[in-house]
């Protein structure tokens, strides 16, 4: 399963409210998994690429209905590892083979294979147009109450409470801890 449909899945998240975002490698796949997701009904808010590229350009094949997808392209123009010809090539191939209407590319000049913060700040800018504020929107997490201790375990150690398991034995001890950190107050 794709991590989009997973997250869709578990939380409610509708899909056009995610965002596939990477750097090198991870905006390479992010930008050749999000445009080609199995259904249009599935189109996500946006992608994110920085200092990334398109892989295997020819097996790429925008699925129908995705071709508005809003794209954000950010890249070093001193990049020597995915240099930033491989970026303009990368845009151009998804908006003249593929068919992309939204896909904005921007050079940073003298940045290598690097973020800065102008880049971020664009970013930022980007994520603010795709994903407007949407109080319909709200992520469901599943009551503690209901899960199965496996499910606990790996929420508390999502949540960066591991350490504060340890020792605990009982199911109503793990609940307690995860509700406790939801709220927002701490037995300890």
Known sequence: DHPAKKKHEDTGLPYSRMVLAGFSQGGALSLFTGMQLPDAAQKLAGIVVMSGYLPAAKQFKITKGLESTPIFHGHGEADPMVQYVMATKSRQH???????????????????????????????????????????????????????????????????????????MEKGEFVKLLKEHREGSSSS
């Open 94 to 168: 998804v908006v003249d083979e593929g068919g992309a209407t939204d896909y904005q590319i921007k050079g940073y000049p003298g940045l290598p294979h690097s973020v800065s913060p102008e880049e971020i700040a664009d970013v930022m800018e980007f994520l603010s147009r795709v994903l407007p504020p949407d109080e319909s929107c709200k992520i469901t997490l599943k009551d503690p109450e209901s899960m199965s201790v496996k499910e606990l375990k790996a929420a508390i150690r999502k949540a960066g409470l591991g350490s504060k398991a340890v020792g605990l």
